[in-house]
């Protein structure tokens, strides 16, 4: 038991610098997760697979250098630039929210956000952990 500590706290610090390596693209045109800007349309920016996170972030810093709240209507987004405020909507119940991204992420692959749990339960994805859901940029 020891060992798998002594191994896991190796590679923690790897992962933190793996997490912030700021030497890719954000640019969405050149990463092509994003299609072209739908600013006050109504179109969805972007369709896939979203993620929640919370209980072991609550408190720490975000990507942002604010503090993480689980509770706050906020997300992780791989480009996006910071204080961007988007609708997602959960496409198989049709629940929505507004979220303001505060962080990066998600690190999984095919995901395209990571919610806080507050968004998540509204949109009911936090029992099935994953939802297929569109961004809307708002402003």
Known sequence: M???????????PLLLVAACNTTASNDP??????????????KAIQRGAASWYGPGFHGRK??????FNAQAM?????????GTRLKVV???NGRSVVVRVNDRGPFTHRRIIDLAKG???????????????SLHRLD
């Open 90 to 92: 959960n496409e198989s």
């Open 62 to 67: 975000t990507a942002s250098g604010e503090r």
């Open 29 to 42: 045109s050149v990463t092509g997760s994003i299609s072209s800007p739908a600013i006050g349309t109504g």
């Open 119 to 133: 968004p998540a339960q509204e949109l009911g994805l936090t029992s099935a952990g994953t939802a297929y859901v």
């Open 2 to 12: 020891k060992n798998i500590i002594t191994r896991a706290s190796a590679v923690m």
């Open 74 to 82: 906020t997300a992780a987004h791989r480009s996006l630039p910071f």
